[in-house]
């Protein structure tokens, strides 16, 4: 069995005294694992670094099998941003979450192309509402799209203000306010009242993480990745 595709390394982990299982995110065979031969020696060390797009071959005996990973460098996204603790963190936190969310083996081009996105975005300016854009892309991509365009309650959409922890669909102002103590804030750049910065990121990345939370993680009995918490606390909303 023999496959080749464009991956994101999601994790790379040493096996055995020179070898490494590597993680990718690929486009048309989803998150795959594989053994790469010598993944500990420093030239291939620089390569499995999280984030980095590689080109891999993929052989197994049979298709279930963990199998043998052959990779060469694309695009070293992961030094762009290695001396930037805050971007690295968000790096760090998309590659996390991508392996802990996405069955394995299952093909989700759109997850692909959008992490490779971010990964794009992140030396920009604006790559922190990017991230946060990204988390509710992957939801949507998950079956779990949230509905922020139009008031749950009822109300007026002029102003968008809270979002439902029940329905995932934003509250107005007038609608939510007797019950603000039970819902999430809605920061301006997700209603598209422009914004951002670093407290609406932090109510952006408290919203994107309770669904994640609820419905992506507890039900495999998983709390949000390490990484992803880490870079909630850089966000205080």
């Known amino acids: 069995m023999h496959w080749s595709d464009d991956g994101i390394v999601l994790s ?3 096996h055995g005294e020179n070898g490494t299982i590597v993680q ?3 486009r048309t ?3 795959h694992a594989g053994l790469v031969r010598g993944g500990q020696g420093r030239r291939a060390r620089g390569v499995l670094q999280p984030g980095n797009l590689v080109a891999a071959q993929w052989s197994g005996r049979l298709p279930e099998h ?3 990973y052959a990779c060469e460098p694309v695009t070293g996204y992961a030094a762009r941003v290695l001396d930037d603790p805050a971007r690295l963190a968000a790096l760090s936190a998309a590659a996390a979450v991508s392996e802990g969310a996405l069955p394995e083996r299952e093909a989700h081009p759109a997850c692909f192309d959008g992490l490779l996105a971010l990964l794009e975005a992140l030396p920009g300016d604006h790559w922190a509402e990017v991230y946060v854009h990204w988390e509710l892309a992957l939801l949507a991509e ?3 799209g949230l509905d922020l365009a139009t008031c749950a309650a009822g109300g007026g959409n002029d102003h968008l203000a809270y979002v439902s922890p029940k329905s995932g669909r934003a509250v107005s102002l007038a609608a939510g306010e007797p019950y603000r103590e039970k819902l999430l804030p809605l920061p301006g750049f997700l209603a598209g009242r422009g914004g951002g910065g670093p407290e609406e990121v932090g ?3 408290a919203v994107t993480g309770f669904f994640l939370e609820r419905f992506v993680f507890a039900p495999h009995h998983k709390p949000l990745p390490p990484a992803r918490q880490r870079l909630s606390g850089r966000f205080p909303g």
Do not use: N
Request: aromatic letters at 6%; a positive charge; proline letters at 0%.
């Open 29 to 31: 065979q989803g998150r």
């Open 24 to 26: 990718l995110l690929t």
């Open 203 to 205: 109510q952006g990345l």
């Open 66 to 68: 963990l199998g043998s």
């Open 142 to 144: 998950l079956g779990f």
């Open 12 to 14: 790379a982990r040493a």
